[in-house]
């Protein structure tokens, strides 16, 4: 994979492809993880001496035109203090048709121009601004690189890997290579998690489910009750191949032994589900169990919380686990909803890696095809 290292950076005017799609709430981001994450690529750019340094980003889905609550200005509040507390410099922020030249800028928001994902290539905003302004593209934008962008893929620019992309390879390629003792899936769609199974499966011995995922293998697995519980159509047939993979490796597949439901507004805990209720966390018997089953494993890789872990009533799973978790000996955290659960109930340091890539990471693991990365790696 090309690094940073192999770039002629000096003198040259360079583009940090970026992907700051995080939080925000009422002009304030609520998450600076992935921009604190992807501070070490500006240094290392910043320390080669490069002519200008200009900062790209998405922010949510704008659909190619211009929407205030989506603009990148609460991260430049963000990004501009750590810069000028670590570097010394000033950080600029303009819209692209609005760029005078300045040494150190953050664009505004990449998506509000349709070139950016709808495959446009000559005589745009953004093809005119790469050729005029961008001599190296560095990409370390990991959660966009199972998409194929005009930034990351299409400018025509030879791009470079940022060193959270390439820490992120690593580490997913470390994963598939050697395995996994426990895998712990939780949220919804089974459907987004059978190819990664099917690559991890083989090197494991146990998986516990969890979340609405475990409704769904509660109920076409083992013809349960789960009553307005949320589950997936038309998924036995995969439940049944996940099974029959774990049997062929002798992988052990937990659920959980007891519930938090809503039923008729109220909340409580039952180890079985009512006709009219709905599993929104996991109950104390299974908090209990996962930290046995935890505990006879060193190498872990969790997706997906257990609970609705925004709602207080229903987040006392996801904060347990992420508690439990903390400081264990080889954590990998993958998705972006368990990536937020970390962040709001942990301390990243305390895992040794929670992924900014949300769904980039997943596809990586499942060994699907990621157009940035390809590129990265002359395919």
Excluded at 114 to 134: A, G, M, R
Excluded at 156 to 165: I, Y
Excluded at 255 to 277: A, C, H, M, R, T
Aim: aromatic share 10%; glycine share 8%; with cysteine.
């Amino acid at each position: 994979m090309r690094s940073i290292n192999e770039a002629v950076i000096k003198n040259n005017n360079v583009f940090i492809k970026m992907d700051y799609n995080v939080g925000i709430d009422k002009g304030r981001v609520l998450n600076d993880y992935k921009i604190k994450a992807s501070f070490s690529t500006i240094k290392d750019v910043y320390y080669k001496n490069p002519a200008r340094i200009i900062i790209g980003s998405h922010l949510g889905r704008p659909k190619g035109h211009f929407d205030k609550s989506l603009s990148c200005l609460p991260i430049f509040d963000v990004l501009q203090k750590m810069i000028k507390e670590e570097l010394k410099e000033n950080l600029y922020f303009c819209k692209i048709e609005d760029y005078k030249g300045e040494k150190f800028v953050l664009l505004e928001n990449l998506r509000f121009y349709p070139e950016e994902q709808k495959n446009l290539h000559t005589n745009t905003i953004l093809s005119d601004f790469f050729k005029k302004y961008v001599d190296i593209l560095i990409v370390d934008a990991f959660g966009v690189l199972h998409r194929e962008e005009y930034s990351t893929c299409l400018t025509g620019k030879t791009p470079f890997a940022g060193n959270l992309v390439r820490n992120e390879y690593i580490i997913g390629k470390e994963l598939l290579n050697d395995g996994v003792e426990l895998i712990i899936l939780g949220g919804s769609k089974i459907k987004d998690k059978v190819s990664i199974l099917e690559s991890l499966v083989p090197n494991c011995k146990s998986i516990f489910v969890l979340g609405a995922l475990a409704c769904s293998f509660l109920k076409y697995h083992y013809n349960v009750e789960v009553g307005k519980s949320k589950v997936e159509e038309d998924v036995a047939e995969m439940i049944e191949r996940i099974y029959k993979l774990s049997n062929e490796h002798t992988v052990n597949i937990y659920l959980p032994q007891d519930y938090k439901v809503l039923q008729n507004g109220k909340y409580f805990l039952s180890e079985k589900i009512p006709k009219d209720g709905e599993v929104v966390d996991i109950g104390l018997k299974t908090i209990e169990q996962l930290e046995k089953v935890i505990n006879k494993y060193e190498s872990i890789f969790w997706n997906g919380p257990p609970g609705i872990f925004e709602n207080f009533n229903s987040s006392a799973g996801s904060e347990a686990l992420v508690k439990i978790l903390a400081k264990k000996c080889k954590v990998v955290v993958g998705g972006g909803e368990t990536s937020a659960c970390v962040c709001r109930f942990g301390n990243v340091n305390d895992f040794f890696h929670v992924s900014t890539g949300g769904g980039a990471f997943l596809k990586l693991l499942g060994n699907e095809k990621l157009p940035g990365i390809d590129l990265l790696l002359n395919k």
